[in-house]
């Protein structure tokens, strides 16, 4: 089973930015980075096709970009124009419904203040 290890949080103001890693123990395919907010669900966030094709939510089009280096395994989620909103742990994974879906890694913070 490939895990995952996330990184690059912290904290920053309203209108930062921040830039995510996740690092998997072996080849992906189609990655999704997903949210959870205290006291609410885990939602996704963005997803990107081995190919690069990417999607995301409508909350945070044209604010994050999601991209992938194959060679390292590894996929990114670049946040821009960053908003309270946004504060939560953010974690990658496949999509809920890929066969390759695994074990949550332990996430990474990503807290907007001022």
């Known amino acids: 089973q490939v895990h995952f290890v996330e990184s690059g949080g912290g904290s920053v103001q309203p209108g930062g930015s921040l830039r995510l890693s996740c690092a998997a123990s072996?080849?992906?395919?189609?990655m999704t980075w997903y949210r959870q907010a205290p006291g609410k669900q885990r939602e996704s966030v963005a997803s990107?096709?081995?190919?690069?094709?990417?999607s995301y939510a409508e909350s945070v089009k044209g604010r994050f970009t999601i991209s992938r280096d194959n060679a390292k395994n590894t996929v990114y989620l670049q946040m821009n124009s960053l908003k309270a909103e946004d504060t939560a742990v953010y974690y990658c994974n496949p999509p809920y419904d890929s066969i390759w879906f695994g074990k949550w890694g332990q996430g990474t913070q990503g807290t907007v203040s001022s």
């Open positions: 990107i096709s081995a190919g690069g094709a990417a």
């Open positions: 072996g080849s992906i395919f189609t």
